[in-house]
């Protein structure tokens, strides 16, 4: 079975310091892996995902992540946090057969100091 | 282009009774999720549909039902509620033939939050 383990379930940066979220994954293939981002109240939306093209991927809001087969890791980046940023992110791992349903981390929420 | 929509917003049931979620897909997508977040974790696959039948499910029992409609819309269906069920209940949409590497990318609803008393 798929599983994603999310490394940290608070992280604290001031505004303008890099962003660093972590995700490992456990999957017998490499797997398609997806950050999505929750604010309060809200459902999900999809920051980026990996498809087994570039191991680089650029999403929106300026994040990105790399991923790394070898470390099983696909960890989140920004260069510079924002204060809009604060908010729970969710790494998540989709099977690679069939319904291709999503297993989510446990989050971590980014908390953003002025 | 239209997003994932759900109704209600809120929801609030007394243990034992009955209740029905709604979802409406973005627009062109076929297949719908649904996945059941608990206060401070991460969402957990309860079942997908495609092309109105269930392709499969999570670690839920039976008493989580669900249908999709012609229009690709969904319901989830809970019965005899615990207050263990109290969550947000969140859909997904996506796009492609069962097992396609599409039907991954998911776009989710905004939830609707259940207490159950």
């Known amino acids: 079975a798929q599983s994603v383990t999310q490394l940290g379930s608070h992280v604290s940066v001031s505004e303008g310091a890099l962003v660093l979220l972590r995700c490992n994954y456990s999957s017998s293939v490499p797997p398609y892996l997806f950050w999505y981002v929750q604010y309060p109240n809200q459902g999900l939306q999809l920051l980026l995902k990996?498809?087994?093209?570039?191991?680089l991927v650029k999403g929106i809001n300026g994040f990105e992540a790399e991923f790394k087969k070898s470390e099983t890791s696909f960890h989140l980046t920004k260069p510079s946090a924002h204060m809009s940023d604060a908010a729970e992110y969710f790494c998540a791992v989709s099977e690679i057969t069939g319904r291709r349903a999503l297993t989510f981390g446990s989050g971590t929420r980014l908390q953003v100091q002025p | 282009e239209t997003g994932v929509t759900q109704s209600p917003t809120h929801l609030i049931k007394t243990r034992g009774q009955q209740v029905t979620l709604r979802c409406s897909s973005q627009s062109g997508h076929n297949t719908v999720s649904w996945y059941q977040q608990a206060l401070g974790q991460g969402p957990q696959f309860i079942f997908q549909?495609?092309?109105?039948?269930?392709?499969g499910r999570g670690n839920f029992p039976p008493r989580f039902s669900g249908l999709q409609f012609p229009n690709y819309s969904s319901e989830l269906n809970v019965n005899a509620l615990e207050l263990d069920d109290s969550a947000l209940y969140l859909c997904?949409?996506?796009?492609?033939?069962?097992?396609?590497?599409?039907?991954?990318?998911?776009?989710f609803g905004p939830g609707t939050r259940l207490t159950v008393t």
């Open positions: 990996y498809t087994s093209a570039a191991t």
């Open positions: 549909y495609y092309r109105e039948e269930e392709n």
């Open positions: 997904a949409s996506s796009l492609g033939q069962f097992g396609s590497a599409k039907t991954s990318e998911q776009y």
